[in-house]
């Protein structure tokens, strides 16, 4: 019996349907993902998506390489040519699933034809996939990086993405996962998910120069001890509560059982007593941390605590750009002491390791996601222990630092819009007579009767032209935290709930504040969209990134049109939702 020992960790053992997505126990060391690298300008690997059924009816999912490496980190440079042959390698569990499993009410549901090609399949079963290459600024087309009609099938032949990386791509962390509306969040929640780095950080900021570097990809799953009581070292709490959507609801404590478990690297950090990952550094080591919140719908708020003080970390980079970038007036690093992660977002920090004879814990606190919110609790996450013989991590960053061109375009920030649009989230019972019956989630143009996600439509919610700046308010007028993110592109967040706020760098992904019912006015983030990339002439997506409410509805479409063809956009104050 051959098997591969890599990174993670993990041995691949012969792939029977039982063990092809096998994982650490809780408490294990932490390993990194098995590594990809460019090489001569290209990238080229075999990927291949599996699904599994456990005995306690959960799924996993995982993404292999031919030769048994689970999700492995894809690295390249500005320039390089990636290209992916994807195989979907899914079988239908034929699982008497619980509905919010399924694709949520309110989402229409479309099925495959057969010999139908599948960059126009548009086919939304539990057997169909793709890829979504998240923050990548690339063309929204197929064999790239559109998600509105490429769907894969298992009985198709392996399927080509070729994408090249922009020579101006920011260097940093991005990550792969499905986006087939209607079953994201089943295929991500599985495990279906992967980091991907665009080498050079270091050259944005040369003080990052030859640091040791660590890639954490931080999933949530679904509980593994879900009729446990909770660790006697928590306060006593009432019975866990569902929501509308099934999941456990926020305690607004702090406490209480989580929606779901986390993992880190796969292994398994499990309610109720949460055993950490393990992990060695050298006493007083400074790393870089490339940290990845892969989940489904937990938000992070991570904090590095030695004894119980929060120490600091040096912020370098959000969802993969680094905070000093083409003109930012922003600082290099900005030291803090948590930094708060939505689904689907990214931080680069530098940490140090703790004294000699002393240990950490790298810990998420409380998020409060609202009263119609699911639990996001205290946890541990990972115990780092003050070794002098512990082993490097499996990448460095070089010792040379080539500083970057100067940008060719001026700081967003200081681009004045050329229109201000409102846009509002929003939920109702699918039964309106029934306030427990499952929710329908909206994102919609301000003036507009919302509706859910049509997959089937062509016609875009907005229109826009490249070359354009504009200005978006994104209001809140639900009862929960929403997690607002656009496909292609990155933002500037410049007000929160109408108080101007100091972020000259970019996103793309920004939490918008809850409705508590008593508010004058919705909570709501205004920010620079930045639509200047000629790379993102086409039509993609918009959405809530917890991917519950996405499959449930919460998703919009944007077409970007050439600038050559701009006339037929309509001007100032004639589309809806501008102000």
């Known amino acids: 019996m051959t098997a591969w020992l890599g990174a993670t960790g993990l041995q691949a053992t012969p792939q029977t349907q039982r063990d092809v997505c096998a994982r650490p126990e809780p408490g294990s060391v932490l390993a990194e993902p098995g590594e990809l690298r460019s090489r001569d300008g290209v990238l080229e690997t075999d990927l291949s998506v599996h699904d599994e059924k456990l005995p306690d009816g ?97 009985d198709d032949p392996p399927f ?13 962390l991005y990550w792969y996962h499905p986006h087939l509306h209607g079953f994201s969040k089943t295929q991500v929640l599985g495990g279906a998910s992967g980091a991907l780095i665009i080498e050079g950080i270091e050259r944005a900021d040369p003080q990052l120069a030859g640091l040791p ?81 892969a989940s489904a719908i937990t938000y992070l708020n991570l904090a590095l605590l030695v004894g119980r003080t929060p120490q600091q970390i040096g ?53 409060d996601t609202g009263p119609a919110g699911e639990n996001d609790p205290n946890r541990a996450l990972v115990a780092i222990t003050a070794s002098a013989d512990a082993a490097a991590p499996q990448a460095a960053l070089p010792a040379h630092a080539e500083p970057l061109p100067r940008p060719e375009r001026p700081w967003v920030g200081n681009v004045t819009p050329v229109r201000v649009r409102k846009l509002f989230f929003s939920e109702q019972p699918e039964n309106p007579n029934d306030p427990n019956s499952p929710t329908k989630f909206f994102i919609t143009l301000d003036g507009e009767t919302p509706k859910p996600f049509d997959p089937q439509s062509d016609v875009p ?61 919705y909570p709501s983030v205004r920010l620079r969209m930045d639509f200047r990339d000629p ?30 063809t701009a006339s037929s956009i309509k001007p100032l104050n004639e589309q809806k939702g501008e102000l």
């Open 160 to 172: 080509e993405y070729r994408l090249r990386i922009p020579d101006d791509a920011p260097p940093g």
């Open 535 to 564: 790379n993102i002439v086409g039509t993609f997506v918009y959405h809530c990134h917890v991917l519950e409410h996405e499959d449930g509805g919460m998703m919009g479409r944007i077409r970007v049109a050439p600038r050559d």
């Open 58 to 154: 959960t799924s996993r999912y995982c993404y292999l390489t031919s030769d048994g490496k689970p999700s492995p980190t894809l690295r390249l440079k500005p320039g390089d040519q990636l290209v992916i042959h994807f195989k979907n390698d899914l079988v239908d569990l034929d699982t008497a699933t619980p509905a919010i499993d399924k694709p949520l009410a309110g989402a229409p549901i479309c099925t495959t034809r057969p010999k139908v090609d599948a960059c126009a399949s548009g086919a939304m079963t539990p057997i169909s996939t793709n890829l979504h290459f998240h923050g990548l600024t690339v063309p929204p087309v197929c064999h790239q990086d559109d998600v509105l009609k490429t769907s894969i099938q298992p």
């Open 315 to 367: 912020i370098v980079a959000l969802d993969g750009v680094p905070l000093q970038f083409q003109g930012s007036p922003s600082p290099p690093v900005q030291w803090v002491n948590h930094i708060g992660l939505p689904p689907g977002s990214r931080a680069e920090f530098i940490v140090e390791g703790p004294p000699a004879g002393t240990s950490a814990l790298l810990v998420t606190r409380a998020v």
């Open 461 to 521: 919610d907005i229109t826009v032209r490249q070359g354009d700046v504009e200005d978006w308010i994104i209001e809140n007028r639900s009862m929960e935290l929403h997690d607002f993110h656009i496909h292609q592109l990155h933002f500037q967040l410049l007000d929160w709930s109408g108080v101007a706020v100091n972020e000259p760098f970019l996103r793309d992904t920004v939490n918008v504040p809850y409705y508590n019912g008593r508010m004058l006015k």
């Open 213 to 293: 570097e660590r890639v954490l990809v931080i999933r949530d799953q679904d509980l593994v001890n879900p009729d446990a009581p909770p660790s006697k070292s928590e306060p006593v709490m009432t019975k866990s509560q569902l929501d509308n959507d099934g999941d456990v609801a926020n305690s607004g404590t702090g406490f209480g059982k989580p929606s779901k478990d986390l993992s880190v690297n796969f292994v398994p950090v499990p309610y109720p007593n949460y055993p950490p990952a393990q992990l060695k550094m050298k006493p007083g080591e400074r790393q870089l941390w490339r940290v990845l919140n």
